[in-house]
């Protein structure tokens, strides 16, 4: 079935790079993304949203990119901190519904 | 600044007993959701809750499981004849609005962890 997935499960920085996270969804009715941010032992904690009407949207640090094209979501996020290791989930929003369903999870691990 | 709690952080059960999970959802919040978590997977979409009803629930809520505000300020996920397949983080979640001027953004707490034996 149709669903929202990643690309991989485990990126590795080095602190002050860049890191891209990347997303795949196959749902063509999705029309809102959201990427969240789940530390260890905790919930998820939402970091930036994109409408399906827009291709980019900066937060701070943060950068989504939503490529309608080819079904592809990317968050940046610029000069990572140790702070930011994190497990990394997009999730989509199908028209109509106000559910997000999550995709599997990227986990970030950034070495100082 | 606001936030979702819930208890109990972790709890421990022997197969087949029931279970209750309780949230307190941010005060101004109006959306309830409850989503689990089995170890290292994805983050599932159990129930939607608003207007003291249910508004979505997923296949994975069954039966078994049942939600409740029982007063003002909690929710709770009942879970009956829990089984070894049910252990897991449970998240509770809510929002002020489903999209309407905002972003949408969910609220979640800090999970109660279900070990069933």
């Known amino acids: 079935g149709e669903s929202v997935g990643l690309h991989l499960p485990t990126l590795s920085v080095q602190e002050g790079d860049n890191s891209i996270i990347n997303c795949a969804y196959s749902?063509?009715?999705?029309?809102?993304f959201i990427w969240y941010k789940q530390e260890s032992g905790k919930g998820p904690q939402f970091i930036i949203d994109?409408?399906?009407?827009?291709d980019k949207r900066q937060g701070q640090r943060v950068t989504v990119l939503l490529n309608k094209t080819v079904k592809h979501l990317s968050l940046q996020i610029a000069a990572t901190q140790p702070g930011d290791s994190a497990v990394y989930f997009c999730?989509?929003?199908?028209?109509?519904?106000?559910?997000?369903?999550f995709g599997r999870g990227t986990s970030l691990i950034v070495h100082p | 600044e606001p936030e979702v709690t819930q208890t109990p952080s972790h709890q421990v059960t022997q197969m087949g007993q029931e279970v209750i999970l309780r949230c307190v959802p941010i005060?101004?919040?109006?959306?309830f959701y409850w989503y689990r978590q089995i170890l290292g997977q994805k983050v599932e979409f159990l129930v939607s809750?608003?207007?003291?009803?249910?508004?979505?629930k997923s296949e994975i809520f069954d039966d078994q499981f049942s939600v409740e505000r029982p007063d003002g300020s909690n929710f709770t996920l009942k879970i009956r004849s829990t089984k070894l397949e049910d252990s897991a983080m449970y998240f509770c979640?809510?929002?002020?609005?489903?999209?309407?001027?905002?972003?949408?953004?969910?609220?979640f707490g800090e999970g109660s962890r279900l070990t069933v034996l």
């Open positions: 979640a809510s929002t002020l609005t489903q999209r309407t001027t905002n972003t949408g953004e969910l609220f």
């Open positions: 999730a989509e929003n199908q028209r109509g519904s106000y559910i997000p369903t």
């Open positions: 005060s101004n919040h109006l959306y």
């Open positions: 994109i409408r399906s009407n827009m």
């Open positions: 749902n063509s009715a999705s029309d809102y």
């Open positions: 809750f608003y207007n003291n009803e249910i508004s979505e």
